[in-house]
């Protein structure tokens, strides 16, 4: 394990590993619609044709729920630098794209890596209508069993978003990740493929 220790050690590898945290394989158990009592609540106040008052309409979300939350990914590294992209299914969000923030290889202990998201930096996953959630991993624990294939379990926070995802808070768990170095990345860090399925909640 030398070889790869001196090539992923050597550098911040953005969404590499984070890459790890998303993209999918299609799986029919999702659904791209929205849940029906999670649509925005609208209120009108009806006034009299007489009145001259104005008429008060206001939209408002109800009060954040915590549900569980899957998902099913692929991820594959930005070849010509740092961070990632990654395509999918959420629970919640339809069919997802995103983008992975910087991150860092913190600790290698023989074969064993560990991954975290930089402080500022985060993953933004794109739901079906363009709504985002915000991400960043806390722990990555990558497991080599070869020169170029690891296995890994991955802890996801979730950090906010925007829509009906702003404030979002909840995580994501990943048991059974894959990784392989499928090549070199054209700065000479290693050009990862991740792929893995993740359960945890999700509150907004």
């Keep these: 394990m030398k070889t790869m220790k001196h090539i992923i050690g050597k550098s911040v590898l953005g969404a590499a590993f984070i890459t790890a945290f998303f993209v999918t394989i299609s799986c029919s158990q999702f659904s791209d619609a929205y849940d029906s009592d ?14 001259n008052e104005l ?25 010509d630098g740092p961070g990632g992209t990654f395509t999918g299914i959420m629970t919640h969000l339809g069919k997802i794209t995103g983008v992975g923030g910087l991150g860092e290889v913190y600790d290698i202990q023989g074969n064993v890596f560990k991954f975290r998201t930089l402080p500022g930096e985060k993953d933004i996953i794109y739901a079906a209508n363009g709504d985002e959630v915000w991400a960043a991993t806390e722990d990555m624990i990558i497991t080599f069993n070869s020169e170029t294939t690891a296995v890994y379990t991955q802890l996801i926070n979730f950090i906010g978003g925007t829509g009906r ?37 999700i509150t907004y």
Aim: glycine share 10%; net charge negative.
């Design 165 to 201: 995802f702003e404030g979002a808070s909840g995580f994501l768990e990943i048991e059974n990740g894959t990784l392989e170095i499928v090549g070199l990345k054209t700065n000479g860090d290693p050009l990862i493929r991740t792929s893995h399925v993740g359960n945890g909640e």
């Design 38 to 51: 999670e649509l925005i609540a609208q209120e009108a106040l009806r006034l009299p044709p007489d009145s």
């Design 55 to 79: 008429i008060d309409i206001t939209a408002r979300k109800s009060n954040a729920v915590t549900r569980p939350v899957s998902i099913t990914l692929e991820g594959i590294d930005n070849a």
